[in-house]
């Protein structure tokens, strides 16, 4: 742990001279160093939950449980933290009533300790993987509750913490309650120590999906039009290679959604299109596509459903890299056709679904992608036959979050007075 102590606190020492350095330079630098500045004291005596998700996909499905906890609890406020500033945004705008938002403190024990002096917190509620350990360990000496939903714990992430047994022991002693993403990740977090007492029921946030009503104003036909989602380095190629193949061979009026996880990476994936000879436009310079318009980049933030619902297939990014994937929750709700590949350890259970019940298609590089997607295209009652069969295959989960169980348990283990007959949130 003193290792670890040591590296944060070099950390901390070259971001502080990084923003010092940048701040008069780059519009923006100074809200980055919230996650070196802690927030002023708090001066209200009320409840106060903090929450806290990586980024957009993890708080975006957890909005429902987080508007459902501030009607059960009128009293309470929520500070959620991020570590991006566009997921610090998104719930910025989300307007929620009584809840801020900031990013997260660099896990360095000093900053972390006065960041829980002066917002003295209820509680902690960690979405999802981030288990960082002074953290952890300054909340439980302060007898502050950590209660953690829909964990996540991949085999390799296992084996790194089986390697510090001592300190994976330690924090497991500190999770109050946790709920698994899936039965994997329950094993892994028991065989690190964490007393099954302390358990609660599988949770996926993601399966529970707000889908909106909102049209993307894309003058594309849905049946000619593939999305791309959340991709990576690299994937870009591989689904520019297969949709150029496609234009060229056997679908000239395709049209493809290109959205990049990251959209910093708008100029580097802009020249892969040049490169192909592709026409596009891109959203982050406010470009309007046409009919004719075959790329679209859509490098935003947020804004995800509008594609989902206007393609009919969507390539599931993060899937052809190291990455585990990302959610086939969204499209399959939004009745778009899932194509992958073969990293999906994110979300196996889903994906070992989707796979018994042949609604969805696994490939592996650009040809494979361009034969899937040829062999899908023609016909759209296909399309539409295997959507449905992929909605209802992953409808169960959606409808089944362990939320009542949360509740209790943060009752519990806050002294919060939760109103249980107040509005909740799909079970």
């Not at 596009?280 to 989902?308: C, I």
């Amino acid at each position: 742990m003193s290792l670890y102590q040591l590296i944060m606190s070099l950390i901390v020492m070259g971001l502080k001279l990084r923003s010092r350095m940048t701040q008069f330079a780059r519009k923006g630098a100074l809200d980055e160093t919230e996650r070196l500045n802690p927030p002023p004291r708090r001066t209200g005596d009320g409840p106060l939950v903090w929450v806290h998700g990586a980024s957009n996909g993890e708080l975006t499905a957890a909005r429902p449980l987080l508007k459902d906890l501030l009607e059960r609890a009128p009293d309470c406020e929520l500070l959620v933290t991020t570590n991006s500033l566009t997921a610090r945004a998104m719930v910025i705008n989300w307007a929620l009533p009584r809840t801020s938002s900031r990013l997260a403190p660099i896990d360095q024990r000093s900053l972390t300790a006065t960041f829980l002096e002066n917002l003295r917190p209820s509680a902690l509620v960690i979405l999802e993987n981030e288990l960082w350990p002074n953290r952890l360990l300054l909340c439980a000496a302060r007898g502050i509750p950590v209660l953690v939903l829909g964990a996540r714990m991949s085999e390799k992430s296992a084996k790194l913490w089986q390697r510090f047994s001592g300190l994976g022991q330690r924090l497991m002693d500190t999770i109050n309650w946790l709920a698994p993403q899936d039965d994997a990740s329950r094993d892994r977090f028991v065989k690190l120590g964490l007393d099954s007492d302390r358990l609660g029921p599988t949770v996926t946030l993601k399966s529970a999906v707000e889908v909106t009503k909102a049209a993307s104003g894309l003058p594309f036909d849905r049946a000619q039009t593939i999305l791309a989602a959340s991709t990576h380095e690299h994937e870009e190629d591989i689904v520019l290679d297969a949709f150029s193949g496609l234009i060229a061979n056997s679908q000239p009026d395709l049209h493809l959604i290109l959205a990049p996880r990251h959209p910093r990476r708008r100029d580097e994936i802009e020249a892969m299109i040049v490169k192909r000879g592709l026409s596009f436009a891109s959203r982050s310079r406010m470009q309007q596509p046409d009919s004719k318009t075959q790329v679209y980049l859509a490098d935003t933030m947020g804004e995800m459903p509008l594609w989902y619902r206007a393609a009919a297939i969507t390539f599931v990014g993060g899937t052809l890299s190291d990455r585990g994937g990302h959610t086939p929750y969204e499209p399959a709700a939004y009745g778009s056709v899932i194509v992958h590949g073969p990293d999906v350890a994110n979300f196996s259970s889903a994906y070992a679904a989707l796979a018994k019940a042949g609604a969805a298609r696994e490939i592996s590089d650009s040809a494979t992608l361009e034969q899937a997607l040829s062999t899908l295209l023609p016909d759209p009652s296909y399309l539409a036959e295997i959507a449905r069969e992929a909605a209802q295959t992953l409808a169960p989960t959606s409808g089944d979050t362990g939320t009542a169980r949360f509740f209790n348990a943060l009752e519990r283990l806050a002294g919060l007075t939760l109103n249980v007959g107040g509005p909740t949130v799909a079970r």
